[in-house]
């Protein structure tokens, strides 16, 4: 299985960004999606998960911000950051595994991870 981030970069702050996670080697259609994010010297944060068929999940951090989706057919999950901030600033991570959990927001549910996507919300 293989997950591959992009779609980080530099953007002001009140700017969009849209991250995309390029799933292979895993049955997509029923494996949720995850998003995580870090910064130096801290746990890695929830950020949103979804799956086929589910309501999304989000942190209070980005609700109403960011937006979790997926295309079944491309393999491949997205999210749309909006009105970023500066402290939200963090190397995003998307993550997967093979089924639904309740512990969807706790990044020992997942056994598949990308290599991350650095995103810098600054002026």
């Known amino acids: 299985v293989q997950l591959q981030a992009s779609g980080g970069g530099w953007v002001q702050p009140g700017g969009s960004l849209r991250l995309s996670c390029a799933a292979s080697?895993?049955?997509?259609?029923?494996?949720?999606m995850a998003w995580f994010r870090q910064t130096p010297g801290k746990e890695r944060e929830f950020i949103a998960a979804g799956g086929t068929g589910r309501a999304p999940r989000y942190a209070d951090s980005v609700k109403g911000r960011f937006i979790i989706s997926r295309d079944n057919d491309k393999n491949t999950a997205f999210l749309q950051m909006n009105s970023l901030k500066p402290e939200d600033t963090a190397i995003y991570y998307c993550?997967?595994?093979?089924?639904?959990?309740?512990?969807?927001?706790?990044?020992?549910?997942?056994?598949?991870w990308g290599q991350g996507t650095l995103v810098t919300v600054s002026s």
């Open positions: 993550a997967s595994r093979r089924w639904w959990i309740t512990t969807y927001d706790k990044d020992v549910a997942y056994d598949y």
């Open positions: 080697g895993l049955s997509f259609g029923p494996s949720p």
